[in-house]
C-alpha cells in the first residue's frame, strides 16, 4: 500500500519561506515521478511542481518559479519544497502525488499521479 505524508506546512508572514517534506512508502519511490499540487477552498487544485524519477528535471508552474524548488532525495523516500518569498495567494493545502509520467507535458496533470497524500496546510499572512 502506497502511502505518502506530508509535513512542514503552517502560518508564515508575506516574504517568509517554508519546506515542505513528502515521505512515501509503499513502493519504489526512485522509479516515480513526484508533484507537489494545492488547493484553496471552492476551486480546483492546481499544479506547483513537479520533478522527475532521478531528479533530472523538474517543472514549475509561472506562478511559482523563481521562488519555489522541488528536490528528492530517493535514499530517503522523500520530495521536497522549498518555498521562498511566500506571498498571501500562496496559501492552500498543499499536497504531493507520485505517479509515472511519461512525457513532459504529463507531470501538470493530476491525472498522471495514482497517489496523493493527506494534504498540508499553508497560510501566508499580509
Known amino acids: 500500500q502506497v502511502q505518502l505524508v506530508e509535513s512542514g506546512g503552517g502560518l508564515v508572514q508575506a516574504g517568509g519561506s517554508l519546506r ?3 515521505a512515501a512508502s509503499g513502493r519504489t519511490f526512485s522509479s516515480y515521478s513526484m508533484g507537489w499540487f494545492r488547493q484553496v ?10 520533478i522527475r524519477w532521478n531528479g533530472g528535471s523538474t517543472y514549475y508552474a509561472d506562478s511559482v518559479k523563481g521562488r519555489f524548488t522541488i528536490s528528492r532525495d530517493n535514499a530517503k523516500n ?13 496559501t492552500a493545502v498543499y499536497y504531493c502525488a507520485t505517479g509515472q509520467a ?8 493530476e491525472s498522471t499521479y495514482e497517489y ?3 494534504g498540508t496546510q499553508v497560510t501566508v499572512s499580509s
Open 116 to 118: 496523493w497524500g493527506q
Open 41 to 50: 477552498p471552492g476551486k480546483e487544485r492546481q499544479f506547483v511542481a513537479a
Open 102 to 109: 511519461r512525457r513532459s507535458e504529463s507531470y501538470v496533470r
Open 20 to 22: 515542505l517534506s513528502c
Open 78 to 90: 522523500t520530495v521536497y519544497l522549498q518555498m521562498n518569498s511566500l506571498k498571501p495567494e500562496d
